[in-house]
């Protein structure tokens, strides 16, 4: 039975996802390269929208997408500390959200590291965003 995972990179004027399909969880088997592009894109929220009116969004457009596709998992970038206060906080309300859809979607949760997922990606951890977009095409 195909095992669906909703990747997602958090933000809460943009917030990326890319759905994949492996043969087996790809939690249980790391480095499985049986992976199958399902869908991916952005949902995006109007610039200058109160957070308040940006959460609710991304809320609706991710429990679209859970509904729809059904993932067994939802991976998720653990929350960095970063020098810019204002970002890290809106990225954890960005995680907040897409943690509540999934386990109101009863999917699992699985929380990666920028470091672990560059790792995964590229085979080097402090790869840039170019190599790892590079890597994701390939």
Request: aromatic share 8%.
């Amino acid at each position: 039975m195909p095992f669906l995972t909703l990747g997602i990179d958090p933000g809460t004027a943009i917030m990326g996802y890319g759905l994949v399909e492996s043969g087996a969880s790809i939690l249980a088997r790391p480095g499985s390269d049986e992976l199958r592009m399902v869908e991916y894109g952005a949902l995006y929220t109007p610039a200058n929208t109160p957070l308040s009116q940006r959460l609710p969004m991304l809320y609706k457009g991710l429990v679209d997408l859970l509904t729809e596709y059904k993932p067994r998992t939802v991976a998720i970038e653990e929350l960095f500390f970063s020098k810019n206060v204002r970002t890290a906080l809106s990225v954890g309300h960005a995680r907040g959200v897409v943690i509540l859809a999934a386990a109101h979607s009863g999917a699992e949760v699985a929380e990666y590291t920028p470091l672990q997922v560059k790792q995964a990606v590229v085979g080097y951890g402090r790869a840039t965003k170019e190599q790892v977009q590079s890597m994701v095409k390939v």
